[in-house]
């Protein structure tokens, strides 16, 4: 069955350092990969996606996650975390054999320190 | 142009009542989605509508149901509601059906059942 694990359920970074937020799928075939953020008491907004066009996808709000065959990882980074990034952020994952359907990590609550 | 909007954004049920929760998608979006988020068990997908026909449905009991309409706005509802079902309730719209498809999300219906 397919999964998304996501390494750590928060992550705590100062403002201005790096934001690594860790992502693993399990799939059988070539997926689609998606990150999202949620901020408190909102919907989902995509950051980016994977389509296999290019492994390294650039997202909007300066973050970027490269995808990895070999690892099964789509990790997702920023240079330098600002207040604004605290929220939760899901990786998702879906299969062409599934239609729209996304299946999602469990989440990582990122929190940004002054 | 507008996002997804969800109708009520907060409701209050107690056991054993039913309850209909409404999406209307982007304008020109034809696909329609459905999400579960709870603290325990995340985000789960329920259910996904296109031109009027579900093309794919996660693992929920009958008692979950959907629909969507000829202008793509949809429905779903939840019969003889249990305090389990208490969650977050997204919709996300996309325009075509298929797996790499961008899904915009709705801010959520909060359901509280008591």
């Known amino acids: 069955a397919q999964s998304v694990t996501q390494l750590g359920s928060h992550v705590s970074v100062s403002e201005g350092a790096l934001v690594l937020l860790r992502c693993n799928y399990s799939?059988?075939?070539?997926?689609?990969l998606f990150w999202y953020v949620q901020y408190p008491n909102q919907g989902l907004q995509l950051l980016l996606k994977y389509t296999s066009a290019a492994t390294l996808v650039k997202g909007i709000n300066g973050f970027e996650a490269e995808f990895k065959k070999s690892e099964t990882s789509f990790h997702l980074t920023k240079p330098s975390a600002h207040m604004s990034d605290a929220a939760e952020y899901f990786c998702a994952v879906s299969l062409y054999n599934q239609g729209g359907k996304l299946i999602f990590g469990q989440g990582t609550e990122l929190s940004v320190k002054p | 142009k507008a996002g997804v909007t969800q109708t009520p954004r907060y409701l209050i049920k107690t056991r054993g009542q039913q309850v209909t929760l409404s999406c209307s998608p982007i304008s020109g979006h034809r696909s329609v989605s459905w999400y579960q988020q709870t603290p325990g068990q995340g985000l789960q997908f329920l259910f996904e509508?296109?031109?009027?026909?579900?093309?794919n449905k996660g693992n929920f009991p009958g008692r979950f149901s959907g629909r969507q309409f000829s202008n793509s706005r949809s429905e779903m509802n939840v019969s003889t509601l249990e305090l389990g079902d208490s969650a977050l309730y997204l919709c996300?719209?996309?325009?075509?059906?298929?797996?790499?498809?961008?899904?915009?999300f709705g801010p959520g219906t909060r359901l509280l059942v008591l």
């Open positions: 799939s059988s075939v070539p997926p689609y």
């Open positions: 509508y296109f031109s009027e026909t579900q093309r």
């Open positions: 996300a719209s996309s325009l075509g059906q298929g797996p790499s498809e961008t899904q915009y």
